[in-house]
């Protein structure tokens, strides 16, 4: 009989390790797998039982320095865990890990506060999910809880162009009505890169 995949604080791939700070989300999006009940990425299971603590996702990690990076990823919105993602940031850099966030990029949107500046000296790339290359595809895909997220999205990634080292926003090929050439162009005019994911590939 399979075993169960193991649940997950952490998880390692691709010569990295990913952090699960939680699964609660600002967004709904239509393709996410755990609205199909698929919690399991790269053999990992990512439902929580709890939201982790800073001192248990430390030694989870164990030696930082072992991974090219340190991803706060999910299966959920790492923002929504601010405390704990500044405060094992702070720690990991002071190891000196690089240290990326993986972001739905309405942090700035949800709180009323630019955050950027938080993540400054903490984050050395930031990697946002645009999704889309105009507000209405973005809502169909996304279903963001208000109107606005989207123009939130471009202008957390300038903002965060500012003070951070690396500004990646990601696009899903194959994802309906995505233009991709159009979304590098958003991506170019802010003068940040743009990586093209494919659908059901998390991190
Ligand atoms: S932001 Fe990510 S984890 Fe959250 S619903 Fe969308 S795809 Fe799923």
Known sequence: M???PPRALTYRAHGNCYLNLTNRCTLRCGFCPKF???WVVDGYDLRLSHEP???E????IGNPRAFQEVVFCGLGEPTLHWSVLLEVADRLRAAGAAVRLNTDGLASWRTGRNVTPELAGRIDTVSISLNAQGEA??????RPPA????PAVLEFASRARERLPRVILTAIEGLEGVDIPACRALADERRVELRVR??????
């Open 2 to 4: 399979p075993s169960s």
């Open 36 to 38: 199909r009940k698929d």
């Open 53 to 55: 603590e800073a001192e």
């Open 57 to 60: 996702l430390l030694a989870a």
């Open 137 to 142: 595809v973005y809502n169909r895909h996304c």
């Open 147 to 150: 109107e606005g997220a989207f």
């Open 198 to 203: 494919r659908l059901d590939r998390v991190g």
